[in-house]
């Protein structure tokens, strides 16, 4: 018998800074009635799917920005979309700003099943991009101001019949990032971002975004031997030209799906979970192969040693 989940991966369009919520909201609800009527049983969103992404701007006082982050999920704007998904018997997965009681502020993802139940919520380990402005930018990437970096970690939870774990953009491009989650049996593992082509620090890297998004990304699902669900949000948002091709990877590393466009689109694929015991318990079979008491510099240290 074959486990097969019908995932339907939401691309969405650039979201400008004068966009409501209530319109990105009516937005994911067209993409997830879209994939209701494809037959998906679970539908991914991007990394801070609800606005803009404000991390391009540097403000002084960081309180003035607050109204970029979720206090509550659902909160009352997004009620109608876990409203929605529960009446049509269909998952998501949803990247979104968080802004705690405590006030820590965190970039978010969490995933509600087929019942309305939120399962899981995975907090970004990996922050890329600088802490403090850079005027001379074209634009900033000031992530490292505006969110901390978990300590939770990669967690894998039981759900939509398989082995499900996140990650948030950057952290696709860490290798110990899918092998945490594959060390717990990862099956699936859902991914929004928001990639801009230009990369301030390399230019020459530019080119290179689309070969480096599907390198990473088709790399830890084959080594890993797990789905991977990749989800842009792309186009050109307040003049920075975001990367789409959005896609989704089976065990083999085979790109079964990928985006045409830079806009709201949805991609749909039939994903056996089996397919992924075709190499975890092959070539890949971690308990027989791995050898950790030669890795052990992976967690010993952050950056390279020379002696
Ligand atoms: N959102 C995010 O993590 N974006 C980064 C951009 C490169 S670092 C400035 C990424 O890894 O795609």
Redesign the pocket.
């Known amino acids: 018998m074959t486990r097969i989940v019908t995932i339907g991966a939401a691309q969405l369009g650039p979201i400008q800074r004068e966009h409501t919520r209530e319109q990105v909201v009516t937005r994911l609800i067209s993409l997830l009635r879209q994939a209701h009527s494809a037959g998906c049983d679970l539908v991914v969103f991007p990394?801070l799917a609800l606005t803009t992404f404000f991390p391009r701007w540097f403000v002084e006082d960081i309180s003035d920005t607050d109204h970029y982050y979720e206090t509550q999920m659902p909160s009352p704007v997004t009620a109608p979309l876990f409203d929605e998904a529960k009446r049509l018997g269909i998952g998501f997965c949803l990247g979104y700003a968080e802004l705690t009681q405590d006030g820590e502020r965190f970039n978010t993802q969490i995933l509600v099943e087929k019942d309305g139940s939120v399962v899981a919520k995975y907090r970004k380990v990996h922050i890329?991009?600088h802490e403090e402005n850079e005027p001379d930018r074209a634009f900033q990437?000031a992530?490292r101001y505006y969110f901390t970096p978990s300590n939770e970690g990669f967690g894998v939870w039981n759900a939509f019949g398989s082995r499900v774990g996140m990650m948030i953009?950057?952290d696709r491009?860490w290798p110990e990032s899918y092998r945490v989650m594959g060390l717990q049996g990862v099956e699936l593992i859902l991914c929004g971002?928001?990639?801009?082509i230009h990369?301030i620090p390399d230019p020459s890297q530019d080119i290179l975004q689309g070969f480096h998004n599907a390198l990473v990304m088709q790399s830890g699902a084959y080594q890993n031997g797990t789905w991977v669900v990749g989800v842009a949000k792309a186009g050109v948002e307040e003049g920075v030209d975001s990367l789409g091709q959005s896609m989704i990877v089976a065990p083999s590393g085979q790109i079964v799906a990928q985006a045409l466009t830079t806009d709201d689109e949805l991609l749909v694929a039939r994903c056996d979970m089996d397919w992924c015991q075709k190499y975890t318990k092959t070539l890949f079979d971690f308990d027989r192969y791995r050898r950790p008491e030669v890795y052990t510099r992976i967690t010993a240290q952050r950056g390279v040693e020379l002696d």
């Open positions: 990394e890329p991009g990437h992530e953009c950057n491009r971002y928001n990639t801009p990369y």
